[in-house]
């Protein structure tokens, strides 16, 4: 009890926080902020008065010839001239809400984007891609939906309750007693409604939510369903969720809707209540019948903000949930900044020295203990072993994605602390198993690294990769857009372009990570000329799955938990009979049986 | 929509009753107004007391009627729209089960879900708004209209132009401001996508250098959306102000012209009162309507994406033949001249295969990626009709099978490893229904699944997650191979179904499957040729042409295609010796290589 009770502090001061910070963005907006407060408060007046003039209005008209015509025109002047102030203030703050919300929610996206560029990879590689994407896109928009339009519904339906408050005070105070201690009714029942209908709303959807991982599993699974003639045990199966689906629908559907007609009864009770008091006022002289048409306008118009408001705060609290989440992410640590004295040669000779390195992902999980290694210019190093040995991570490393823990990886002598990011990974040119493309024209994904390369060089690198006379055949050549990741080409011509995309910078230094495995072995032989001509002269780093790509490396590092066990040339290798030979026989032999 | 209106057939009672009931609660509304013109101009005017309380006593019993009548009709609507589309989603399931693969290669997956799930929800508030709306609305505005008639015939003309007005802008400002939404949420989905692209690419924008090209893109994409949103906004942000700026235009019109008919003696106090609460209940009806007419133009959208897959006619007939008739010919499967264009491609998948497999014979179906091989093997169950020319199974057209009857005496594994949530058990039991634990422990070890499925708690009743997560990719390949097995198939088909599996697993797997029983006739494609190398038949597809097939001696002397591919995997110089050295050591770290393949 006392726990939770505890938690619920942390929590709210936890919304304080983010209102404060979200207050900090509203900064550069504030003069909008305070505008649209005020013309929120000449609206909501100038809307209330308006009921009070037609109240006065009508008791101008008593009867056949005895009406004030100077009073009634007076008063139709002044309800024209109110309703156009209202109408003016109410337009003038839509656009400074409209101004507000939409620079606020744009600046926070751009924050929360740039903070996406300078994460640690540690970060993006744990956690999934939807769920930071929610918050940039989803969360963003919520927040300022929610917050900005729920602050100025709040007030103005605060300042409403009280003006409605105030005249009809004004016009009678008993009877405006007798409203608000009718207006609890509304609440109760309200109340009761929503708790109910929330359940049963919460229910439906864990019932959607169940459904709809049943549709996904056999719509997908389809083929499966028909091969094994699962057809009717699966309809079946679908109906029984359906159905439960349906029922408990209906009862959501049904106690939601149920809302409306109660709290309307409620008004109308309220409305006939003060009908019959305001008129014994009347005949006991205490009123007059215009203030009994303005009173029960009041009446009516008292009970609808209330409604309002409560919707507004659980919108408010999702908002500020999602201003959290938005917030989070613009808040996280940024990877640690280049040194100040960073320098950033123009290229480097490529010789990369490991020394000692010891790497963890999770901290006291050493995965690369006392890693050592010596690469010279242009040599060809592949790194070779089974899942988890570090194979990948010593490109992360390399790379600098991610920071050893101690030791120091060095390139050209230079510690790769003491380079800037840019400069050491302009240095590199890497190809990854999965073959990433931006969306925008071929041209641009070719020459994303080197964007001034002229149109020849660009012509002779992609004909040096093979791709010149596919690209060609393409309806619009360079300038075809590649769709999203480039599903509409094969995966061999996708590799083949993200091969260009590096040969385009001419780097000293190469990493294949697993550059092959995702295509087939023919396919691959045909790109084999396309990395061959890429790595000569180059220091080349090779992850391979497929031993039979590494054959020719200079030196073949064997890897397993973390350390190099074996290290040689293909031949060497295969003649110590060890686990470089084991791996290698357990790769062929299927073919003895 | 209208397809769909016949599944609302089972609720035309609640579909009629709820609108009608809405009306009848609408109509006590209406009431209002005049009880308390009466109760002003006869109660008040006469001092009449008893007749205020009687007139009070109206008020309260027109309220309570209308409680009572309006939830009534929230019933009725809420049954007919959660029915519809209960009804909707159980006939969109089955139908969609209906239908052949060609058919919903043309939909997708995701679609298909779409429309199950999201469609439906938004057809089903839609409809359940409509039942409560769509009559009431116009009737309040127009009956505030007719009232306004029966009070005084020259002020109610006021209403007869301020309705259009208010009409023109509100629709006015929507028809306007629609589309633009649209744009705005093309705009929003550049946004995501270029959001979604800079995580799933961040080490090649990063190794690039892009970083700041990326940030200057985005800021440029979120200025132009915010752009459009306060453009958008500025224009919707007027409805509220221009409207109530012209209800009160007729107000103040309404007032002059009453006082004229006032003095004049046509009107009473208590007549004006009521004309002017008319006057107020138009403004928030018409915007309710509106509203309305929004929701239902989307809502009548998913109902148009819903009929157009209700309305796909299942393109496969039955035949009559039954299982039994497999066994007419010792000739298991032969294709004639079979071509296969899939719906909507230009190019042909499989272009003019022949070939015969005798009943026993394992069959090895090599070629690279988008070759055709998939294509060929999924002809076999039906699961695609071919284009052109026919396939035979037991001497007969696999047309003339009913598909069902086809379908149990096959035993396919797809590339694509797909299990359901529920036991291993579970998962077996759909090759057959009534398979004992022996049965599936055979299964289990023809498959190589039994060391891992022993080591596993509980064995068989093992919980898998939906779509077997909770095992590796190798495991859920040979579960199911094990479902395939598990029928005791005539035929059976391996489609890259072992390609997380190393190679010896692979090996001793192919096997035990021949060893298994002498009469199985197996299908095995693979991109490795050491898979297929020992088949009584090659298959080599290219491009969706069958360029050889033969024994792999006979192939490797003389098919380009075969040589190129084997020798891709099998460099010449190596391949002298490799087989002669002692294989029967396999190294330690080599399952998990294999694993490795999603893993890494």
Redesign the interface.
């Known amino acids: 009890m006392a726990g939770s009770k505890e938690k619920k502090k942390v929590n709210r001061a936890g919304q304080t926080q983010i209102i404060k910070k979200v207050l900090r963005y509203l900064g550069r907006y504030r003069i909008f902020l305070w505008a649209s407060l005020l013309l929120a408060l000449i609206t909501v007046v100038m ?1 209330l008065y ?1 009921p009070k003039i ?1 109240g006065t ?2 008791d ?8 004030d ?1 100077d009073g ?2 007076n ?2 002047v002044k ?2 001239i ?3 102030i ?3 203030a ?2 003038l703050q ?2 400074c809400n ?2 507000m ?3 606020v ?2 600046d926070i ?2 924050d929360a ?2 903070k ?3 994460l640690p ?1 540690s970060y ?1 590689d744990s956690h999934p ?1 939807g769920e ?2 929610s918050r ?2 989803a969360d963003a ?1 919520q927040f300022a939906d929610g917050l900005l339009m729920g602050f100025t519904q709040l007030f103005t339906g605060v300042i409403t309750i009280a003006g409605t408050l105030i005249f009809m005070i004004s016009i009678d105070g008993w009877i405006a007693l007798a409203v608000v201690a009718l207006t609890p009714l509304s609440f109760v029942v309200a109340g009761f409604i929503s708790k109910r209908s929330y359940k049963m709303f919460r229910r439906q959807s864990e019932l ?1 939510g169940e ?3 049943f ?17 009717e045990k ?2 079946e199966e ?2 029984e969720i ?2 439960r ?2 029922e408990t ?2 009862k959501a ?2 106690f939601s ?2 809302t ?3 709290t ?2 409620v008004n ?2 309220v ?3 003060v ?2 008091t305001g ?2 006022r ?2 006991h002289g205490g009123m007059t ?1 215009g203030g ?2 303005a009173f ?2 009041y009446a009516t118009q008292y009970a609808k903000p209330f409604n309002e408001i409560s919707g507004v705060v659980t919108d408010l609290q999702n908002a500020v949930a999602c201003a959290g989440r938005v917030l989070e992410l613009i808040e996280l640590e940024p990877q640690v900044p280049d040194a100040k004295d960073a320098i950033a040669p123009d290229s480097f000779r490529g010789q990369v020295d490991v020394k000692d390195v010891d790497f963890s992902y999770v901290k006291g999980q050493n995965l690369i203990r006392g890693f050592n290694l010596s690469v010279n210019p242009g040599q060809k190093i592949a790194i070779v ?4 040995c570090g ?2 991570t010593l490109i992360n490393l390399l ?1 600098r ?1 991610y920071d050893v823990d101690s030791g120091a990886i060095y390139v050209d002598g230079t510690d790769i602390r003491k380079l800037t ?2 400069a050491l ?2 240095g ?1 040119g ?1 190809v ?2 999965e073959t ?1 493309l ?2 925008g024209t071929i041209r641009e994904n070719i020459t ?2 080197n964007p001034d390369v002229s149109e020849e060089e660009m012509i002779r690198v992609a004909k040096t990769c093979h791709i010149d006379s596919f690209i060609r055949r393409l309806p619009e050549g360079y300038d075809t857009k590649v769709s ?2 480039g599903e509409d080409f ?3 011509q996708r590799q083949l372009l993200c091969i260009a ?1 590096v040969m385009m ?1 001419n780097p000293s230094m190469l990493i294949l990570d ?1 550059a092959t ?1 995702s ?7 045909k790109i084999q000329d396309a990395f061959n001509a890429m790595m000569v002269g180059r220091t080349s780093f090779i992850v391979a ?1 497929r031993l ?1 790509t590494i ?1 020719n490396a200079d030196c073949i590092l064997v890897m ?1 938990d973390g350390h190099i066990i074996e290290k040689g040339t293909h031949n060497e290798l295969m003649q110590r009979q060890g ?1 470089y ?3 290698y ?9 | 929509m209208k397809y769909l209106l016949k599944y609302m057939k089972d609720y035309r009672k609640e579909a009629i009753l709820a609108p009608l009931f809405k009306m009848l609660e609408a109509l006590f509304d209406l009431f209002v107004p005049l009880v308390m013109a009466a109760l002003i101009d006869n109660g008040i005017a006469n001092r009449d007391i008893p007749y205020i309380f009687r007139m009070c006593a109206i008020l309260i019993l027109l309220a309570v009627a209308g409680l009572a009548i309006s939830i009534t009709a929230q019933w009725f609507s809420a049954k007919a729209a959660t029915g519809f589309a209960g009804d909707i989603r159980s006939r969109l399931f089955e139908h969609i089960q209906e239908l052949s693969f060609s058919q919903m290669d043309i939909f997708g997956a995701d679609t298909l879900i779409t429309r199950m799930t999201a469609d439906v929800n938004q057809l089903q508030n839609g409809v359940n708004l409509a039942l409560r709306l769509f009559l009431r609305s116009p009737f309040v505005v127009f009956g505030s209209m007719i009232l306004a008639f029966t009070v005084d015939v020259r002020a109610a003309l006021i209403f007869v132009v301020a309705i259009p007005v208010l009409s023109a802008v509100v629709f006015g400002i929507m028809l306007w401001t629609m589309p633009m939404y649209r744009r705005v949420q093309e705009k929003l989905d550049k946004i995501m996508t270029g959001t979604r692209e800079n995580l799933t690419g961040v080490r090649v924008i990063r190794a690039f250098g892009q970083e700041e090209n990326e940030i200057e893109s985005f800021h440029e994409k979120n200025q132009d959306l915010s752009r459009m949103q306060q453009f958008v906004g500025r224009i919707s942000g007027l409805m509220n102000p221009l409207t109530y700026v012209i209800i009160n235009l007729a107000t103040a019109w309404l007032i002059y012209a009453g006082a004229v008919r006032i003095n004049a003696g046509y009107l009473t106090q208590g007549q004006m009162v009521a004309l002017l609460n008319y006057m107020s209940q138009i403004l928030v009806e018409l915007i309710k309507l509106a509203n309305l007419i929004i929701q239902m133009t989307r809502a009548a959208a998913c109902g148009d994406r819903i009929a157009d897959i209700l309305t796909v006619e299942p393109n496969m007939k039955d035949g009559n033949l039954t299982a039994s008739s497999m066994e007419d010919s010792d000739t298991v499967v032969e294709f004639r001249d079979v071509s296969l264009t899939y719906e909507g491609d230009s190019g042909k998948a499989l272009d003019g295969i022949s070939f015969s497999v005798k009943r026993g014979q394992t069959v090895g179906i090599i070629g690279g990626t988008g070759s055709g091989k998939s294509s060929l093997v999924n002809l076999i169950p039906r699961f695609y009709d071919a284009t052109e020319g026919e396939i035979l199974v037991g001497g007969h057209d696999v047309r003339q099978y009913q598909q069902e009857q086809l379908r149990s005496r096959i035993g396919v594994v797809l590339q694509k490893a797909e299990l359901f949530k529920g036991t291993i058990a579970d998962n077996l039991r759909w090759g057959k229904e009534d398979a004992s634990e022996e049965e599936m422990q055979e299964a289990l070890s023809i498959s190589q699944a039994k060391e891992y499925v022993d080591k596993k708690p509980g064995g068989t009743s093992f919980e898998l997650e939906q779509n077997g997560r909770n095992l590796s990719g190798g495991q859920k390949q040979r579960l199911t191979i094990a479902r395939a097995l598990v029928r005791k198939p005539d035929i059976l088909i391996m489609d890259d179904s072992a390609s997380a599996l190393d190679f010896a697993t692979d090996a001793k797997l192919r096997m035990a499957v021949r060893k298994a029983s002498s009469s199985l006739t197996t299908f095995i494609v693979s991109q490795r040729a050491a898979s297929v190398q020992y088949a009584d038949m090659i298959l080599v597809m290219d491009d969706g042409k069958l360029v050889g097939s033969g024994t792999h001696d006979e192939l490797i002397r003389d098919n380009k295609v075969y040589q190129e591919i084997y020798y891709s995997q099998f460099p010449k110089d190596e391949t002298g010796d490799s087989g002669k050295k002692d294989l029967t050591q396999p190294g330690a770290g080599k399952q998990d290589m294999a694993d490795g393949k999603e893993a890494e």
């Open positions: 809307q308006i037609t209005v009508v101008y008209m008593a009867g056949k010839g005895q009406v015509f009634v025109v008063d139709v309800v024209i109110a309703a156009c209202a109408g003016l109410q337009w839509n656009l409209n101004k919300t939409y620079d929610v744009k996206r751009n984007f740039d996406i560029e300078k990879l993006i891609v930071m994407e940039v896109i928009d959607r459904q709809t991982g549709i996904n599993e056999m719509v997908e699974g389809q083929k499966v369903v028909k091969a094994f003639n699962r057809r699966t309809v679908f109906d359906n159905k689906l349906t629908s209906l559907t049904f809707s149920i409306n007609p109660s309307r009864f109308s009770i409305y006939a209540v009908g019959v008129a014994v009347v005949i019948v009994l048409t029960l306008s072993g089974p899942t988890g194979k990948t790379m994605f990011r840019h990974r302009e590199y890497m990854l198993q990433w931006k969306s994303m690294g999203e990741n094969s995966q061999g995309r910078c697993e495995s295509i087939d072995t023919r396919t691959e032989l799955h039979s054959r397993k686990f030979y084991d791996l026989q357990s790769q062929f032999m299927g073919r003895v049986i």
